[in-house]
């Protein structure tokens, strides 16, 4: 987990060296700093000046404290809502059991496209944009898999526009369960009846979700539905994001490798997967001592 705690920091994109005009996150935006030591640290991009140096408040990670000149590069990250961040003190995921349990059943009693929406993030682990992004052509049925290929962003100065994933790594093949399939071949014909209802009104861009025009859904829109279906269910607090490190750790506790599980992330680098959820490869592997414990010597 990432718990609360500010730092203030200057920080320059003159000193990362893999950073574009282009890149540059938007006012708010969040990303994440990996540091030199291969530590990392997350918070929210309030520029100043000419827009290429940021002082801000930023989460911590696994570093106690940063330096501006600690950092090696930053990468883009979802996210996350700070005043409800304040409130629980950590920056959480869903826990398997009763909390996934509970959204699960929340869900039953919500429209049809959110319902959707929110299952595909919980199996498939894929960034908001990523899923916002998907379009039915990279949908393929005949093999049980998304291709993650769109990204869909939103600036101040540009709206909402379709970008490319984070990285060339993220650019991937994410294979689905046959049940997931089949809810998504409802969720088309659906949609498809939808369209034809609504005529010209609804523009066709080939989204699997959009807006109620047919044109690409507002990023922060799911994350607003998300808090608000937690709020209406009484739930935990939930964002997409959370959903994408519970799928993680849920692969983790089932003793997938890490190469794996970073290749359906999207992660350029195996280290990166290993060190975000340093903590849950930990807690698996006890557990997996715990198993061998009881199998070879705790007598009967």
């Not at 003159?14 to 640290?41: I, R, W």
């Not at 696994?62 to 809502?81: G, P």
């Not at 869909?152 to 379709?162: A, F, H, K, Q, T």
Request: one cysteine or more; charged letters at 25%.
């Amino acid at each position: 987990m990432f718990n609360v705690d500010y730092k203030k920091l200057t920080l320059s994109f003159n000193e990362f060296h893999d950073v574009s005009d282009k890149d540059m996150p938007q006012y708010g935006e969040y990303c994440l700093l990996e540091l030199k030591t291969g530590a990392y640290t997350a918070g929210g991009w309030h520029p100043s000046g000419n827009g290429r140096t940021a002082a801000g408040q930023f989460i911590r990670g696994t570093a106690d404290s940063v330096n501006s000149e600690d950092v090696a590069r930053w990468h883009s990250l979802e996210r996350y809502d700070l005043t409800d961040s304040l409130e629980q003190e950590e920056v959480d995921w869903i826990n398997l059991g009763p909390e996934e349990e509970g959204v699960r059943n929340a869900l039953e009693e919500e429209p049809v496209k959110w319902k959707m929406l929110v299952h595909l993030y919980m199996i498939a682990g894929a960034r908001r944009g990523e899923i916002l992004g998907l379009k039915w052509a990279a949908v393929d049925f005949a093999h049980n898999r998304i291709h993650i290929e769109n990204n869909i962003l939103y600036s101040v100065d540009r709206g909402i526009y379709e970008d490319t994933p984070k990285t060339e790594s993220s650019v991937r093949w994410v294979t689905l369960p046959a049940e997931t399939m089949a809810l998504l071949k409802e969720w088309r014909a659906y949609q498809a009846g939808e369209r034809l209802r609504l005529g010209e009104y609804y523009q066709d861009q080939g989204f699997v979700f959009a807006r109620e025009n047919g044109q690409p859904m507002h990023p922060d829109s799911v994350t607003d539905w998300m808090k608000k279906l937690a709020q209406r269910h009484d739930l935990p607090h939930i964002n997409p994001h959370a959903f994408r490190h519970t799928m993680a750790s849920m692969l983790y506790f089932n003793n997938v490798d890490s190469v794996s599980i970073s290749k359906r992330l999207g992660h350029a680098k195996v280290s990166t997967t290993e060190d975000i959820y340093a903590h849950v490869i930990e807690a698996a592997d006890q557990r997996n001592a715990d198993i061998l414990s009881d199998v070879f010597l705790k007598k009967a």
